[in-house]
T-cell receptor
């Protein structure tokens, strides 16, 4: 079974731009979560989607948004990029109400 | 915000030695999990221990959980150079909820 895939793997943007990251979960997994990893703040939860609905949201500004499609694929969008948004963005998928989350390789976003 | 702390922040050992990493957390939990991350890449799930369990084994891994102290430890026996990575503990307050991660331990296993 193929793992979680994320595209693109690397991205360079400038301040003020917006970016969209994509995540395809493991086949059959309906829950997708997003995490941000930075050297200063570590791994922080962004949001979780299940059946196209956001079930949970972390403490991030409204510039961070996401959505999930009917095939469970998910996208997250960051608008008006700031230097501090430079991070590794990780997507994870899981079966409904199971505990183990399977992570993708991440998208490395650099904001200049 | 982070759930808790991991100790030590960095650990350097020789191949064949055992490595022990500790994790503390702040709230009541449903389960605690350990993940490995190689050099800024994705996280790999290692092992999960539920709040009603005290010890769990998986291959060369041994995890303990002390809910009274809100702490857990991960022991890797007979370490290999390939075990070099960052190790994170993560907790779930309820089954299937968001993961709250510790700060991580950077393990270096020297050949």
């Amino acid at each position: 079974k193929a793992g979680v895939t994320q595209t693109p793997r690397y991205l360079i943007k400038t301040r003020g731009q917006q970016v969209t990251l994509s995540c395809s979960p493991i086949s059959g997994h309906r829950s997708v979560s997003w995490y941000q990893q930075t050297p200063g703040q570590g791994l922080q939860f962004l949001f979780e989607y299940f059946s196209e609905t956001q079930r949970n949201k972390g403490n991030f500004p409204g510039r961070f948004s996401g959505r999930q499609f009917s095939n469970s694929r998910s996208e997250m969008n960051v608008s008006t990029l700031e230097l501090g948004d430079s991070a590794l963005y990780l997507c994870a998928s899981s079966l409904l109400d199971t505990d183990t989350q399977y992570f993708g390789p991440g998208t490395r976003l650099t904001v200049l | 915000s982070q759930q808790g702390e991991e100790d030590p922040q960095a650990l350097s050992i020789q191949e064949g030695e055992n490595a022990t990493m500790n994790c503390s957390y702040k709230t009541s939990i449903n389960n605690l999990q350990w993940y490995r991350q190689n050099s800024g890449r994705g996280l790999v799930h290692l092992i999960l221990i539920r709040s009603n369990e005290r010890e769990k084994h998986s291959g060369r891994l041994r995890v303990t959980l002390d809910t009274s102290k809100k702490s857990s430890s991960l022991l890797i026996t007979a370490s290999r150079a390939a075990d070099t990575a960052s190790y994170f503990c993560a907790t779930q307050v309820t089954s299937g909820s968001r993961l709250t991660f510790g700060e991580g331990t950077q393990l270096t296993v020297n050949p």
